[in-house]
Structure formats: C-alpha cells, structure tokens
C-alpha cells in the first residue's frame, strides 16, 4: 500500500506539471487537500480557523508558483511539515494579537477616574471585552485572598475596594453618584480607588496574562 507522504508528493508533482487554474490542477490540490488536512497540526482556538484559512490561501499560491511566498521545496520538507510551519505561524500570530487585545481592554477597565471614556461604545465595538469583563467581575465577586473586603475606606467597611471595583467596571458608575450615595467626597473615593483598589486589579491582570 502506497504511503501517504509518497502519495502526496506525487500529487504535488503531478499538480505543478499543468498551469495556474486548469482543471487538473485544481483537483490535484484538491486531493492533495484532503490527504494534508488529516496529518496537520490541530488546537482549540479561536482563531484556529482563521489560520487554517490563511494557510490553504497560501499553499495555493505557493506551491508551484511563489506567489506570496517562497515556492515549495519538497527536497526540504513534506509538505504536511511545510504546512503545519506556516500554520503554526499564524496561529502565534493569533495568539499576539488575542493577548493584544485582552491587554487593551484590561486596561480599558481600569482607568480609574478617566469620566471621558465611553466603556459602552468600546464593549460594543470588541465582542473579546464581555467575556473578559466576565473573568473580572467573577473574581471580584469571590475575592478568594479576601484582600478586596479588607481593604476599605478608614471607618467606613462599607466601601471597600470589592464594593468599588464592581460598581467602576463597565457600565461603570460614575464619582458624582458613588459619592452622593455613600456620604463621602469624590476625592476620597478617587483617591482610594487610585492607590489601593487599581493596584490589586492590575496584579489580577498580571497574573492572568492580561497586561
């Protein structure tokens, strides 16, 4: 029985022997296709099929030809080896970019005292902030260290950075309000937030990998 890194060689010979857009062509890539996509590399991503996309966008193009890239070389690698490099590729890609973003939006967060930004037009303009806002406030919610409940406003337990930090996420409460409902100016409770809630909130994003 014919192996399936010989059979696939022969594949590409025979599908670089006729040009760009002939029928034969386009049937050997297509064999060739369905024999790599069982041998390639595979994780659950998100950004998984994007890559695989790029990466059958670039076997096309560079197979026989090196539209986009350097040509196929078979005396250097199979091609199952040369595509699962290129896939890999692009799936780091995916991954920086995933990172990127949850950096940005972590910082979104936690601004602090910036009143100029909009926390609802970002959530709606990234679908990555929800779930991420969601990581937040779980951890909030369950303060496992029980550092957020200790850590208040002198006399005042009631406003302590767990109770401020839930009520600053997005949609996120404003100063003025916060002040008016519990009887303390806005430059006490900003300057709280600032020097003792934001910190343990960036820690949280450290650890997690956001920032």
């Given at each position: 029985?014919?192996?399936?890194?010989?059979?696939?060689?022969?594949?590409?010979?025979?599908a670089?022997?006729?040009?760009?857009?002939?029928?034969?062509?386009?049937?050997?890539?297509?064999?060739?296709?369905?024999?790599?996509?069982?041998?390639?590399?595979?994780?659950?991503?998100?950004?998984?099929?994007?890559?695989?996309?790029?990466?059958?966008v670039?076997?096309?193009?560079?197979?026989?030809?090196?539209t986009?890239?350097?040509?196929y070389?078979p005396?250097r690698?199979?091609?199952v080896?040369?595509?699962?490099n290129?896939?890999?590729?692009?799936?780091?890609?995916?991954?920086?970019?995933?990172?990127?973003?949850?950096?940005?939006?972590?910082?979104?967060?936690?601004?602090?005292?910036?009143?100029?930004?909009?926390?609802i037009?970002?959530?709606a303009?990234?679908?990555?902030?929800?779930?991420?806002?969601?990581?937040?406030?779980?951890?909030?919610?369950?303060?496992?260290?029980?550092?957020?409940?200790?850590?208040?406003?002198s006399?005042?337990?009631?406003?302590?950075?767990?109770?401020?930090?839930?009520?600053?996420?997005?949609?996120?409460t404003?100063?003025?309000?916060?002040?008016?409902?519990?009887?303390?100016?806005?430059?006490?409770?900003?300057?709280?937030?600032?020097?003792?809630?934001?910190?343990?909130?960036?820690?949280?994003g450290?650890e997690?990998?956001?920032?």
């Amino acid at each position: 029985m014919e192996k399936p890194d010989d059979l696939l060689r022969q594949l590409v010979a025979a599908a670089c022997k006729h040009p760009p857009g002939s029928g034969e062509r386009q049937k050997n890539l297509t064999r060739i296709i369905r024999l790599a996509t069982q041998k390639l590399w595979r994780e659950y991503t998100p950004y998984y099929q994007d890559a695989l996309q790029q990466t059958w966008v670039y076997f096309c193009q560079n197979l026989c030809e090196g539209t986009t890239g350097a040509c196929y070389d078979p005396d250097r690698a199979s091609v199952v080896t040369w595509l699962n490099n290129y896939l890999k590729r692009r799936l780091q890609d995916g991954y920086i970019e995933v990172q990127k973003q949850k950096a940005q939006t972590f910082s979104k967060i936690n601004l602090g005292d910036d009143e100029s930004f909009d926390p609802i037009n970002n959530l709606a303009a990234n679908p990555d902030i929800p779930p991420l806002l969601e990581e937040v406030r779980k951890w909030v919610v369950a303060d496992p260290t029980q550092q957020l409940r200790r850590t208040y406003i002198s006399d005042r337990p009631d406003l302590n950075c767990q109770v401020l930090i839930l009520r600053r996420l997005p949609p996120e409460t404003p100063w003025k309000t916060l002040a008016e409902e519990f009887g303390v100016s806005i430059g006490t409770l900003s300057s709280f937030y600032q020097r003792q809630c934001l910190p343990r909130l960036r820690e949280f994003g450290k650890e997690q990998g956001y920032l």
